[in-house]
């Protein structure tokens, strides 16, 4: 009764399923008896047909199992139409390994000529000694509209055995319409095992485009990502010695590099007295191919996008020095959308001119590379780009610099900017002096 306890919650995921008639042939092990059924009903003011087979098989080693298929078409009083078919096969073989598969798909079609179709697979398996293995894929497409349509796909699996469990999804869209196209995709994982467990999810969004983050959800999610980084090495005293060619001002003294400015500092390196916060997604918005600052339109995508290349390119080619006055800006991580972990972190400063250098560090492999960037007086836009690439390009306000946490743009391409956050990340215990 375990066993199918099990495989009834894995299917009962996936009820809509397809391609019965492939399904169906699984039954070829072996077959005796049947029963079927077609029947015609009115649903309320729509009117629907369905028909549903079933056939036990059993096996020549001694398994026994059922196989059944089913379709179903029902019209709404709205002239709207859904159509389902499906299959699933079930059994427990002589070895006493219980599994199950179920395959199928619906389709809704409004009387607009509107669409949408989802098909799906799962299945499950249960052996003798209480181990487990299950999954599910499937897919959704549809149509609405003005050309506007979506698409979408996911996979997943989960694994149960003597010392823990284990389980992780992929789920991937693309959505088009007169606006543009965006494209996103999220990844999860879990594992337990005998000494504790571990999840973690990661999503990521493509295309143009802001988006409104509280700064309460960023706040909460700044303190996980500052546990997350706490133990990097970078920018620490004894870091710099061991990477020589990494950003400093000469005369910072130990820890200065994490300080965070306020406004007023800025103001001493001769930018107004009135801050300009850019808060993507809330005061400043993308829409149509534009960018509007306080509902009004100040430049399309790719204009915006050129002013801070322009800013990173006149940063770039600035003739500096380290022993110049240079105010600290902090340390930041960099996260996209919920994530709680971040693997590049920034290290800013400014200088009365308001050239912007600094360090980028990859914790994933350990490297450094300069920074280099402007921040424009009157604007208050800061952009950057790191070692000698053109892109991507880094943009935030510069006053927004001078908080805990902040959004943040980052422009691949003129066609291509997506949102992310900074998180300020706290000087490490003996850095604070």
């Known amino acids: 009764?375990?066993?199918?306890?099990?495989?009834?919650?894995?299917?009962?995921?996936?009820?809509?399923?397809?391609?019965?008639?492939?399904q169906g042939g699984r039954g070829r092990v072996g077959v005796g008896g049947g029963a079927s059924g077609a029947a015609v009903h009115t649903y309320g003011a729509g009117t629907g047909t369905a028909s549903h087979t079933t056939t036990p098989i059993v096996g020549a080693g001694g398994g026994t199992g059922q196989a059944s298929k089913g379709s179903a078409s029902y019209t709404t009083k709205g002239g709207a139409t859904v159509d389902y078919r499906g299959a699933t096969v079930g059994g427990t073989t002589g070895g006493?390994?219980?599994?199950?598969?179920?395959?199928?798909?619906?389709?809704?079609?409004?009387?607009?000529?509107?669409?949408a179709t989802h098909v799906g697979t799962s299945g499950a398996a249960v052996g003798p000694g209480g181990n487990a293995v299950a999954g599910k894929s499937g897919a959704t497409v549809g149509t609405g509209p003005g050309g506007n349509s979506f698409a979408t796909?996911?996979?997943?699996?989960?694994?149960?055995?003597?010392?823990?469990?284990?389980a992780g999804s992929t789920?991937?869209?693309?959505?088009?319409?007169?606006?543009?196209?965006?494209?996103?995709?999220t990844h999860a994982g879990a594992a337990v095992g005998p000494y504790g467990a571990v999840a973690g999810r990661s999503t990521v969004v493509d295309g143009h485009g802001t988006y409104y983050h509280s700064t309460t959800a960023m706040r909460t999610q700044g303190d996980f990502v500052r546990q997350g980084v706490a133990g990097y090495p970078c920018y620490r005293s004894g870091w710099y010695g061991r990477n020589p060619g990494a950003w400093y001002a000469a005369g910072w003294t130990a820890g200065a590099v994490w300080r965070a400015p306020v406004w007023p500092a800025c103001v001493g390196y001769g930018y107004p007295v009135q801050p300009v916060y850019y808060n993507y997604g809330e005061?400043?918005?993308?829409?149509?191919?534009?960018?509007?600052?306080?509902?009004?339109?100040?430049?399309?995508?790719?204009?915006?996008?050129?002013?801070?290349?322009?800013?990173?390119?006149?940063?770039?080619?600035?003739k500096v020095s380290k022993d110049e006055e240079?105010?600290?800006?902090?340390?930041?991580?960099?996260?996209?959308g919920e994530e709680t972990?971040?693997?590049?972190?920034?290290?800013?400063?400014?200088?009365?001119?308001?050239?912007?250098?600094?360090?980028?560090?990859?914790?994933?492999?350990?490297?450094?590379?300069?920074?280099?960037?402007?921040?424009?007086?009157?604007?208050?836009?800061?952009a950057w780009t790191v070692g000698e690439r053109k892109t991507p390009v880094y943009e935030v306000g510069l006053a927004n610099l001078t908080k805990d946490v902040t959004t943040m743009l980052v422009h691949y391409s003129p066609e291509r900017s997506q949102q992310f956050s900074l998180v300020r990340v706290e000087a490490p215990p003996d850095e604070k002096k």
């Open 1 to 22: 009764m375990k066993k199918w306890t099990v495989l009834a919650f894995v299917l009962g995921v996936s009820m809509f399923v397809y391609d019965s008639e492939t």
């Open 96 to 115: 006493g390994t219980s599994g199950a598969k179920h395959v199928g798909g619906v389709q809704v079609t409004g009387a607009g000529g509107n669409s």
């Open 153 to 166: 796909k996911y996979q997943g699996g989960v694994a149960v055995g003597p010392q823990g469990a284990v």
């Open 171 to 185: 789920r991937v869209g693309a959505a088009s319409g007169p606006g543009g196209v965006a494209v996103g995709g």
């Open 283 to 318: 005061n400043v918005v993308y829409q149509d191919n534009s960018v509007y600052v306080d509902g009004t339109k100040i430049a399309s995508t790719q204009e915006y996008v050129q002013q801070a290349s322009t800013l990173t390119d006149a940063g770039f080619a600035a």
């Open 326 to 336: 240079w105010l600290p800006l902090g340390v930041f991580a960099m996260v996209q």
């Open 341 to 382: 972990r971040s693997n590049y972190i920034f290290q800013l400063s400014i200088n009365k001119q308001g050239v912007i250098r600094g360090n980028y560090y990859d914790a994933v492999t350990d490297t450094t590379a300069l920074v280099y960037g402007s921040a424009d007086k009157k604007t208050q836009r800061a």
